[in-house]
């Protein structure tokens, strides 16, 4: 199967530095690569990379968390990246 790479701005109550730890290692644990970033205007920035299916089980799992509440996404495919590892900035 073919990957993917997807620039996705996360709305709702989500800049807690637990939605950006859980989603690391969410990723890692799928072999996703990517970063994540809190924004100045309270949303979360996210560029992740790999199979469709496995982005929809991380997002999944995000929206699954006891202080995480994600009221809508906005998605769009980008080109992929030479990419290692998955990163938390700021």
Known sequence: ?????????????????????????????????????????????????????LINKLLVGLNHGQFITIEWMDTKEIPLKEEHGFKVKG
């Open 1 to 53: 199967m073919s990957e993917v790479r997807k620039h996705i701005v996360f709305h709702g109550r989500v800049q807690g530095v637990g939605f950006r730890y859980t989603a690391k290692y969410l990723a890692q644990s799928l072999g996703l690569t990517g970063w994540v970033s809190n924004e100045w205007d309270g949303t979360v920035s996210m560029e992740i990379q790999g199979r469709e299916t």
